[in-house]
């Protein structure tokens, strides 16, 4: 069986990178054979520069043919001019080849885009678990709760604007150029209840508590790392100790 593999992608040149993409790509990787196939390039309707993207809910048909995709995206742009914003779609991904090898395009069924509320621009992390996103902000080094909805009539998910937002405040200067300020750089769920945010500016990696019912975030712990190592990202083993 193929897993699919979707990409994030930058749509404009930025300060950091040279993006060119018009939107996300789509492959499958089969596991047996070692391979990749291009299911689809530049799949539009995620809005500008969804850099990072997280699975809301899959769904394959009763046939297999099809697999039914919710994705939110963070969008990337200029610090100074874009949207803080995060964008969800849905997306039908045929899941077999024609006889000439080809696939039929992936198609895009809702996208919307949703506010984090209070933030400065760039969200450029998101993460998604059971009914809540959770999105981190580096220009303003904040961090955001957004409710999931699923229609019971037609099982498409929403996402809602920020329904908390908490700015953090603590930075090292140990690296002027990028330490200035507080920078949240990932928020990743160890559990469904629990979060951790790596905030690049304040050298630490912090742990906050989400209430299931209403989205609040509460600080936990604040774990402090090497002076000047700038914690962009983390992974958590599968055991989890």
Partial sequence: MDT???VGTYTKPLGHVHGKAKGIHVLRHNVKEGTLHVVASDVEGFGEGPSYLSTLRSQRSDDGATLRVALVACNEGEADLAPSTLTFAELSIPMSNHDDGSSSSVVTAVSRGVAV???PPTPCHVSASGQW???ATYCGGSVSSHKVTIAEVDGHVSVSDAVCLVQQSQFSNINQSRQ????????????ETTLLVCDLGADS?????LDSQTGGLTCRDMFALPPGCGPRHLAVHPSKS
């Fill in 4 to 6: 699919v593999i979707i």
């Fill in 117 to 119: 509320i209070g933030a």
């Fill in 133 to 135: 996103v959770v999105a």
């Fill in 180 to 191: 200035e300020a507080a920078h949240a750089h990932q928020a990743i769920f160890l559990n």
């Fill in 205 to 209: 990696v912090t742990t906050y508590h």
